[in-house]
């Protein structure tokens, strides 16, 4: 009985806050560059709150709004990441060749898919495309964190930036999803209670990180910092007029 409340408390928390999310969003000044991840932040909440409902008065809707859903949400996940890796570049903490940034991401994301191709997944086809397709986009996600934390390691602010959130609350929940794909296949003896419960809570505080940084301000920053090849270009030009 009381893992049902902690399911419940937790799946309608984490609807609550990505509708709280959306509305940051859509009132501050992040909307225009990432018009994707509101409509994944609407679509999402109203989803889980859709399935709540469909949980207490019809179970089978509920099995087809969940896996139907499901597989929307993940394939909308793959176009988010897109999104935020492109405006990550666009932005003026970021101080990176747009087309090195976008390699960056599109190898790590290659690899990260590629893994897939090992799993072995048993059961109706459906089944397997979902799981796949889930196992994907979370080590997708995880990839992308870790070049977002890397490169926000080495330019310092892009921390404070949304698009660095959006990729921390993926990654989150892709790093728990994947643990719990990875004990469940390995026949580890933890307890379905914690299997079922860990996702969920673990979402609950993706939801938060992002309605956190849905409300954050964006950072200043000084208009006499430079790209490093810029300066470089600059110091090259100069010597060059010395020379003459």
Not at 133 to 151: D, G, S
Not at 160 to 187: H, I, K, N, P
């Amino acid at each position: 009985m009381l893992l049902k409340v902690v399911q419940y408390a937790a799946w309608t928390l984490s609807s609550v806050l990505l509708l709280g999310a959306a509305a940051q969003l859509w009132r501050g000044s992040h909307l225009a560059r990432l018009p994707i991840f509101f409509v994944y932040l609407v679509l999402v909440g109203f989803h889980g709150l859709l399935n709540l409902l469909l949980s207490f008065t019809n179970p089978l809707w509920w099995f087809y709004s969940f896996y139907v859903g499901n597989v929307i949400t993940t394939l909308l996940g793959f176009v988010v990441l897109y999104e935020v890796a492109d405006s990550a570049v666009s932005g003026p903490s970021l101080k990176i060749d747009r087309s090195t940034f976008m390699a960056l991401c599109a190898v790590g994301a290659f690899v990260a898919v590629a893994v897939t191709a090992f799993i072995q997944v048993e059961g109706h086809s459906f089944l397997r495309v979902r799981i796949l397709l889930e196992v994907a986009l979370r080590a997708v996600q995880v990839t992308i964190l870790a070049i977002f934390a890397i490169l926000s390691f080495v330019f310092g602010l892009f921390w404070r930036r949304v698009e660095f959130g959006v990729v921390l609350g993926y990654g989150l929940y892709a790093t728990s999803q994947l643990a719990v794909m990875y004990l469940r296949a390995s026949g580890s003896a933890v307890s379905e209670k914690v299997f079922a419960v860990v996702p969920m809570l673990s979402f609950c505080a993706s939801a938060l990180v992002w309605l956190v940084y849905s409300s954050m301000a964006e950072p200043a920053f000084r208009t006499d910092s430079e790209p490093l090849l810029v300066k470089v270009q600059r110091s090259h030009a100069a010597i060059e007029r010395l020379g003459r």
